[in-house]
């Protein structure tokens, strides 16, 4: 157990909707990275918080969104859903955002099937 | 953004033989290369890390060489067990440490 938790496990959904996955990183963790997983492919990173502010931006869509809120939680919300959205979205925290940042862990993902 | 490549996609062993995973990257200001492994169902999770002032790292069958110069790095498994059969991704991260880039990831298989 990583101690990064997400919700929804799996998540079944029609294009057009919108889904709001959430995270909770280990405790004392100050940083959240989003990551998204398709099918046989690798991480493809999609957006950094630290404390609660923006770090950094990977290939995250417009119709994407997060967010990190002052308990450090973390909710990545996914709008105006198409069929190329069904993915495995990992969340992963790190204690800093610097030169110390060494080993991100990963929660278990949240599957998202978008029918 | 940084250009991370990973060979071969899949690597298949016998029980008992080495695997050697490679990947190659971009920008020569990166200087933290981890390995993640990521079981069936489960989040990747770290086995070995080499930090860019250092050339080899060992732990038990695992080991991590870098050559800086040619910008490439590998990931070496000894006495393969079943038990190591999983995805293998690497990651390149930059300076400031925001941005952690992932291989394609290798998904190796020990054979019994």
């Known amino acids: 157990d990583s101690g990064v938790t997400q919700t929804p496990k799996h998540l079944i959904t029609a294009t057009g909707q919108r889904v709001t996955l959430r995270c909770s990183p280990r405790?004392?963790?100050?940083?959240v990275y989003w990551y998204q997983q398709s099918l046989d492919q690798g991480l493809q990173f999609l957006i950094q918080?630290?404390?609660?502010?923006?770090?950094a931006k990977g290939n995250i869509l417009e119709r994407f969104s997060a967010q990190q809120f002052p308990d450090l939680h973390s909710e990545l919300n996914l709008s105006s859903l198409e069929l190329g959205d069904s993915a495995l979205y990992f969340c992963?925290?790190?204690?800093?955002?610097?030169?110390?940042?060494?080993?991100?862990?990963f929660g278990e993902g949240s599957r998202l099937t978008v029918l | 953004g940084e250009n991370v490549e990973q060979h071969p996609s899949t690597l298949s062993v016998q029980e008992g033989d080495s695997a050697v995973i490679k990947c190659t990257y971009s920008d020569s200001a990166s200087n933290y290369f981890p390995w993640y492994k990521q079981e069936l169902g489960k989040g990747p999770q770290l086995i070995i890390d080499?930090?860019?002032?250092?050339g080899e790292k060992k732990d038990q069958r695992i080991a991590v060489t870098l050559n800086k110069t040619a910008k490439h790095f590998s990931l070496h498994i000894t006495e393969t067990q079943p038990e190591d059969s999983a995805v293998y991704f690497c990651?390149?991260?930059?300076?400031?440490?925001?941005?952690?880039?992932f291989g394609s990831g290798t998904k190796l298989n020990v054979k019994p």
């Open positions: 992963a925290s790190s204690v800093d955002a610097g030169p110390n940042t060494g080993e991100l862990f």
């Open positions: 990651a390149v991260v930059g300076y400031n440490f925001n941005k952690f880039y």
């Open positions: 405790s004392g963790d100050l940083s």
């Open positions: 080499i930090r860019s002032n250092v």
């Open positions: 918080y630290y404390n609660g502010e923006e770090r």
